[in-house]
């Protein structure tokens, strides 16, 4: 029986929300086999049972790019607002 996206999880998950090397998808079922099995990925996983119930199940990610990084307005700083250089 085809299994959806839903019920799906992307192995491992970084807690730390870092990109893992390898990743692939499996079920909840395999998920909790490797757990019992000690796979050495579950650990850091956001997926780890001790995790989830501490802070429930990680969002599934969505396809919407997020920005790399923030671009601010560029400030311009009078030379009066700057502090005093001082001798050490
Ligand atoms: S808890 Fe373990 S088996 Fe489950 S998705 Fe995370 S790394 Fe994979």
Do not use: W
């Given at each position: 029986?085809?299994?959806?996206?839903?019920?799906?999880r992307?192995?491992?998950?970084?807690?730390?929300?870092?990109?893992?090397?390898?990743?692939?998808?499996?079920?909840?079922?395999?998920?909790?086999?490797?757990?019992?099995?000690?796979?050495?990925?579950?650990?850091?996983?956001?997926?780890?049972?001790?995790?989830?119930?501490?802070?429930?199940?990680?969002?599934?990610?969505?396809?919407?790019?997020?920005?790399?990084?923030?671009?601010?307005?560029?400030?311009?700083?009078?030379?009066?607002?700057?502090?005093?250089?001082?001798?050490?």
């Amino acid at each position: 029986m085809p299994v959806s996206d839903s019920q799906t999880r992307v192995c491992p998950t970084r807690i730390d929300h870092a990109p893992a090397l390898f990743t692939h998808k499996v079920n909840e079922g395999t998920c909790q086999d490797r757990q019992r099995g000690r796979y050495h990925k579950c650990y850091t996983c956001a997926y780890n049972n001790a995790y989830v119930a501490a802070r429930g199940l990680p969002e599934v990610a969505t396809r919407e790019p997020k920005p790399v990084v923030e671009v601010k307005e560029p400030r311009t700083v009078r030379v009066s607002e700057l502090l005093p250089l001082r001798a050490i």
